[in-house]
């Protein structure tokens, strides 16, 4: 018999935002970021103001997500790779208060797939990295369909974002991260067609609102590049 997936053993808060210990931790990486990283953000008038919302963004560095964190004005949740919330209890108690939650990359974990699903019907945001996982080459790789069709399945806009030189401060297989510049910008969210598709018809339009959005991160990154 199949051992249960962590998203099916591992309850999640339904929000931390007004919590101590996120707020703490948030003002404590906000000095760090705004010093150390030189953290600069730009198009947040593009993130709505309310409603469930998908960020979607590249992937270079355990950096991007603390770091997204801390430019999004909402709450925002993160889903992980399970193994990040088996290996330690103290680690996974750390995840779960700072808004992350456990998915299985590569199945059909349905829990994790239900709350992705709750969260965005609650109004919060939920941030996603299409890529799956990090970039070892500074490349942004195509993005997986699913994007598109929770997008669709939930009517929630998806908001391309781009993030540069976070990669730089702590690629793949360092510890600690390098004093330099980093920069996150975010453009105008992309509207799902109606739920109300055929099964053929949701997977072109998933297809192509995925594209579209892998598209639109992809500018934004080079924007990124050449405003160095």
Known sequence: MDSPKASQLIEVPTSVWDRPFYRGVRATFSLFCRSYLRLKVDGLENLPEEGGTIVAVNHQSHLDVPLMGLALPREARFPGKAELFTSSFFLRTFLLNLGGFPIVRGEG??????????????????????????????????????????SIRTGSPIVPAAIRGSGDSLGVGKIWPRPGKISIRFAKPLIPPSLDLSPKDLKEASQSLTLAAENEVRSLYQSLLLSR
């Open 109 to 150: 974990d349905r829990k994790a797939i239900s709350l992705s699903e709750s969260i965005l019907q609650r109004g919060d945001v939920l941030v996603l990295f299409p890529e799956g996982t990090r970039t070892r080459t500074g490349d942004i790789g195509a993005f997986h369909r699913g994007l598109g069709v929770l």
